[in-house]
């Protein structure tokens, strides 16, 4: 089985980007592939996305629902703690998520042991 690894470093702004990311990972979750996801720098800010609308990329889809799904299949997420405290969050941030803090080593552990690292 191929195992992914998704790193997301662009935030709501960034709304085709950030989406893309989110649906890369969902749709090779579904076709039976190992997937990390791990959110630094401004992609921190789209665990904070709470309502459908509000970041929608043009083909990508509504950030909103791809969290949902995220949720709904218990999909790993790395949420680099030192980009989320930067930001101003704390443990509330992932509420709901199979989620925890990590530090730089993570992702260059879980670099090394993916088949594919994909950036957004």
Excluded: W
């Amino acid at each position: 089985m191929s195992k992914f690894l998704i790193h997301i470093h662009s935030g709501p702004d960034l709304k085709n980007k950030a989406t893309l990311g989110m649906l890369v990972a969902i749709t090779a979750f579904k076709k039976g592939k190992e997937v990390n996801i791990f959110l630094a720098a401004d992609g921190t800010h789209l665990l904070n996305v709470k309502g459908e609308g509000e970041v929608v990329g043009q083909g990508t889809g509504d950030l909103k629902n791809h969290l949902d799904e995220l949720k709904q299949n218990d999909i790993k997420l790395y949420v680099s703690g030192m980009s989320a405290k930067a930001r101003g969050y704390d443990e509330n941030l992932l509420d709901g998520f199979n989620a925890e803090f990590a530090m730089p080593d993570k992702l260059l552990e879980l670099s090394t042991e993916s088949d594919a690292v994909l950036c957004y």
